[in-house]
């Protein structure tokens, strides 16, 4: 079973032209269409989403994989072709069908997103708690003492000291940006979680516990997770299915340990190659 299915879903900024695609893509070496200037940031882009597994979706900067995040999570709009949510109910919903106030419902209950830049995710002009309070209040919540108690629960289960709930989170570490980003996040309790580029700007001790922690929160709760890296590091770690993208194209996808043991493009090749 599949929380999300794309079938060509496809992305242009720009004028574009009859040929736009055909002069793109992987083989063309280019995402800009040279006659017209066009960017196709996603070009006929198929993927499934399986329920409670992590999906990687893997490569440079250019290759379409934001947008992608971008588009399913409900911030982007303009795509063309087909992109499927299949709700708690087991409803597939067309996401190209959704009005921006249908779409801002589902961010609000349904999904949960870690930035890779803190200050896209947490608002820090309140506390860590009041960050994980906004969310909760989105739930129908309006019990402070149920509210701070969730506060409480979700910033111990992420590793910040409680103690510290009441300070703004611009006097923390990144990484604990990031922890109390994660918290919040999971404060409605929701069926998908964005991670976009989660560990970039963190030392790399703190790149894993980071990781650690996203692992130990999958196992528990069985969350489905896409996770945008440019890093196979990351995804050989936390994903156990894998898309590579180039250029706005899908141009491998497969169980990561089969695309890691037996990578088919030489793009993918690269990749892995510069992670030994």
């Not at 599949?2 to 992305?11: A, D, I, K, S, Y």
């Not at 604990?176 to 580029?197: G, H, K, N, S, Y």
Request: hydrophobic share 40%.
């Amino acid at each position: 079973m599949t929380v999300f299915e794309t079938q060509n879903l496809t992305r242009f900024y720009g004028v574009r032209c009859p040929r736009c695609l055909e002069k793109t893509g992987a083989a063309a070496g280019t995402n800009i269409c040279p006659d017209c200037g066009t960017v196709v940031a996603l070009n006929n882009v198929n993927l499934r989403v399986p329920k409670g597994e992590i999906l990687g979706v893997i490569g440079e900067s250019g290759s379409g994989k934001t947008t992608l995040l971008r588009y399913l999570y409900g911030v982007d709009f303009g795509a063309t072709g087909s992109a499927l949510y299949r709700n708690p109910s087991g409803e597939m919903i067309e996401l190209g069908e959704l009005d921006p106030a249908q779409r801002r419902r589902l961010r609000d209950r349904e999904f949960g997103i870690v930035f890779q830049n803190p200050h896209q995710g947490l608002n820090f002009r309140i506390s860590a708690g009041g960050n994980i309070a906004e969310r909760v209040l989105v739930s129908g919540e309006r019990n402070y003492g149920n509210i701070r108690e969730r506060a409480t629960l979700l910033l111990d289960r992420t590793g910040v000291p409680t103690r510290r709930m009441d300070e703004s989170p611009a006097g923390f570490s990144g990484g604990m940006q990031q922890r109390v980003q994660i918290a919040r996040a999971l404060a409605t309790e929701p069926c998908v979680l964005f991670l976009d580029e989660v560990t970039t700007s963190l030392d790399l001790s703190v790149q894993a516990k980071i990781l650690d922690l996203i692992l130990e929160l999958h196992q528990r709760t069985r969350l489905s997770i896409l996770l945008v890296t440019h890093d196979i590091g990351v995804a050989r770690m936390l994903a156990s299915h894998c898309i590579v993208m180039r250029y706005g194209q899908v141009v491998e996808t497969g169980l990561m340990d089969q695309i890691l043991e037996d990578p088919q493009h030489a793009y993918t090749q690269e990749l892995i190659g510069a992670s030994l």
